[in-house]
């Protein structure tokens, strides 16, 4: 009871000593005195703690006075960069910049008809087919929208996550603060590191939204930062551009960049067509023709009947596996596929997935197994012998784009053979036997 007395005395003076000073304070004819100054904005670099990563604490420095000069806000610069650690996938002992190569790639380093089994699964389509029929609405709106065919937006989602199944679990910043410091790639992980900036400034996501994939594309369709800049979409208006929890957000996403790109609704991405007997497969050299010319030249659907094209006149001829196989029309929706991944089989899988989720599976005609196609490796020796032998290859990068299909044409034409140019062993053969590059110069183990 003491001690209680003892502090209540205590407190009855004190709040009378605060009143004295208040009535101090207020005293007439006494100025009030002048207002604390808030405390000044820092200035000057940021620090960080150490990240264990000399190179990387190094770099962090001038990117984040870079960032701070571009007129980037400083709290969030900090806030992107003060957690950056060093990742194996990137940095360790063990990488090797084939890992992040052509070499890994399976739109590159597979036969087509490998690379289009996972797309093509039954697993894949049914699931697909599941997601068309549970959200119609959904997809009604984002076609009427965006005017982009809902096959060719869940086959994206699909191809890019499996439907949000593997949208990847590492920190976007970390990610591309990684490839920066590894070098290759400084570039553009710089420029997609100032896009996350601005994602935060805009109030579009918040810092520990920014979850990615091992390369820094983020959400159900994987999303690079400049792409969530460019076409990224509040679609259910709460405020939000929400690609990696809220599905509509990132299938509007995706339709939009899609009909940027140049999609048509209600348009083919391709036709499968069989030629008749001694058509010149020379005409498959990336020139669009006319519908009429190809029917002219002996084209016809492969499902039969005639060209239903919804208004698009023009197409190039695409043999994918060669004249053995089948064999495709393809149009400007195959273009816009391509901006998402420039590779011929990516597009291709998307168009094939999204018609088959829709329900009609192709290709008609069968892929010609008997044939080997070149490894990655082989595609730089049948390269380099083109280019030996006067026939442009082009860079010896071993892929077998375009421009190497051009020349194994022009190669084809001048044996008398016929000119489809689809690299395979036999075809490789036939050049390095005239060339002074061998198949013996072939990097042992390249896939």
């Known amino acids: 009871m003491v001690q209680f007395a003892l502090r209540r005395s205590h407190i009855v003076a004190a709040a009378a000593m605060t009143a004295l000073v208040a009535a101090c304070a ?19 670099p ?50 090797q910049p084939a890992q992040t190569g052509i070499e890994d790639q399976a739109e590159f380093a597979k036969p087509i008809w490998d690379y289009l089994r996972v797309p093509m699964s039954d697993s894949r389509i049914r699931t697909g087919a599941s997601r068309l029929a549970e959200n119609p609405a959904l997809f009604d709106a984002l076609e009427a929208a965006y005017d982009v065919d809902r096959e060719a937006i869940v086959a994206i989602w699909g191809m890019e996550t499996s439907f949000g199944a593997v949208k990847g679990n590492f920190d976007a910043p970390n990610v591309l603060a990684n490839m920066a410091v590894e070098g290759r790639r400084k570039s553009l992980a710089e420029r997609e590191l100032f896009s996350l900036m601005k994602i935060l400034e805009q109030g579009d996501a918040d810092r520990d939204d920014l979850i990615a994939g091992w390369a820094g594309a983020m959400g159900h369709t994987q999303f690079m930062p400049s792409t969530f800049i460019a076409y990224a979409e509040d679609f259910d208006g709460d405020g939000k551009k929400d690609i990696w929890e809220n599905e509509a957000d990132a299938l509007a996403s995706t339709a939009n960049y899609l009909a940027h790109s140049g999609y048509t609704l209600n348009q083919p991405w391709g036709i499968e067509v069989l030629a008749r007997t001694g058509f010149d497969f020379g005409l498959a050299d990336g020139n669009e023709r006319r519908i009429e010319t190809w029917a002219s030249a002996g084209l016809v659907p492969a499902r039969g009947g005639a060209f239903e ?12 596996a060669g004249a053995e196989g089948p064999k495709y029309l393809l149009f400007n929706n195959f273009k816009a596929f ?10 291709f899988a998307v168009g094939l997935s999204g018609e088959a989720m829709g329900g009609q599976r192709g290709p008609v005609a069968s892929w010609p197994t008997h044939l080997t196609p070149l490894t990655v490796g082989e595609i730089k020796i049948l390269q ?3 280019n030996a032998q006067g026939f442009d290859a082009g860079g010896v990068d071993g892929i077998p784009g375009r421009k190497t299909k051009g020349a194994l044409q022009a190669f084809q034409k001048s044996r008398g053979l016929v000119a489809d140019g689809y690299p395979t062993k036999q075809a490789l053969a036939l050049v390095t036997a005239d060339s002074n590059v061998g198949v013996a110069s072939s990097p042992s183990g390249t896939n």
């Open 26 to 44: 207020h005293t007439p004819g006494q100025a009030a005195p002048p207002p604390i100054a808030a405390p000044a904005a820092e200035t000057g």
């Open 46 to 95: 940021i620090t960080y703690a150490p990240s264990g990563h000399v190179g990387m604490d190094t770099w962090r420095t001038a990117f984040s006075a870079k960032a701070l000069a571009a007129g980037h806000d400083r709290e969030v610069v900090k806030s992107v960069l003060a957690g950056i650690s060093p990742l194996e996938l990137w940095l360790g002992s063990s990488f």
């Open 384 to 386: 380099a012998a083109l």
């Open 338 to 347: 391509k901006t998402y991944n420039n590779a011929d089989s990516y597009a």
């Open 309 to 320: 094209t919804g208004g698009a006149n023009y197409a190039e001829l695409w043999l994918p």
